[in-house]
């Protein structure tokens, strides 16, 4: 089946600095990524959707600045949380859709485990 | 915002009994989702049910959807312990917008 690889895994980071998370689609073309948010024993919240080539569109509440989205190919979208601070901690989760049908699953990335000190 | 709503929250049932998890969304849908997460990790897709299909079934699950209700079910029939995950419904209209979630807890 088709892989979203997504990279780090994990990573602790001090607050302030800047951290990108990295989604690839490794075996087909994504016009369309999603990122989310997943606080403990919560569901995942949309924080955006990713479209290759243009702007991402953030959905209400989430700060465009602070989360920034790139889109730049059709194989790759990075999320790049700035400035981070302890209350960004969280788990942060990727998904794509194969661009050649757009109304089937959608595939997931293994997440990454954000923690800011 | 999150659209679905799920019941239950959490359930626990032993080794071999089906479970029952429920799912209601508020607008339109192009299809909708089934995923499964294990703690801390991704989720896996497990079924997707078109808003013109009423009942899907993959393996020892099996799902309904009925969109004049909004709802959906997903039935685990011959639980195992392995079953023991979170289960999210997904409502597919132009983003994947997910359900609260139920914990299921499998006991062996």
């Known amino acids: 089946g088709a892989v979203v690889s997504q990279h780090p895994s994990r990573v602790i980071c001090k607050s302030g600095t800047s951290v990108k998370i990295e989604c690839r689609s490794l075996?087909?073309?994504?016009?369309?990524m999603f990122w989310y948010r997943q606080f403990p024993k919560q569901s995942l919240m949309l924080m955006a959707t990713s479209n290759e080539g243009s702007k991402a569109t953030y959905e209400q509440g989430v700060e465009k600045d602070k989360f920034l989205i790139n889109h730049a190919s059709l194989t790759l979208s990075t999320l790049t949380v700035t400035s981070a601070h302890p209350e960004d901690s969280s788990f942060y989760i990727c998904s794509a859709r194969d661009r050649t049908n757009l109304r089937t699953e959608a595939f997931f990335g293994q997440g990454t485990r954000l923690t800011v000190v | 915002s999150q659209q679905g709503e799920e019941d239950p929250q959490a359930l626990s049932i032993q080794e071999g009994e089906n479970a029952t998890m429920n799912c209601s969304y508020k607008t339109s849908i192009n299809n909708l989702q089934w995923y499964r997460q294990n703690s801390g990790r991704g989720l896996v897709h497990l079924i997707l049910?078109?808003?013109?299909?009423r009942e899907k079934h993959s393996g020892r699950l099996r799902v309904t959807l009925d969109t004049s209700k909004k709802s959906s079910s997903l039935l685990i029939t011959a639980s195992r312990a392995a079953d023991t995950a979170s289960y999210f419904c997904?409502?597919?209209?132009?983003?994947?917008?997910f359900g609260a979630g139920t914990i299921l807890r499998v006991k062996s």
């Open positions: 997904a409502t597919d209209g132009n983003k994947l917008v």
């Open positions: 075996d087909f073309q994504a016009t369309t």
């Open positions: 049910i078109r808003s013109n299909e």
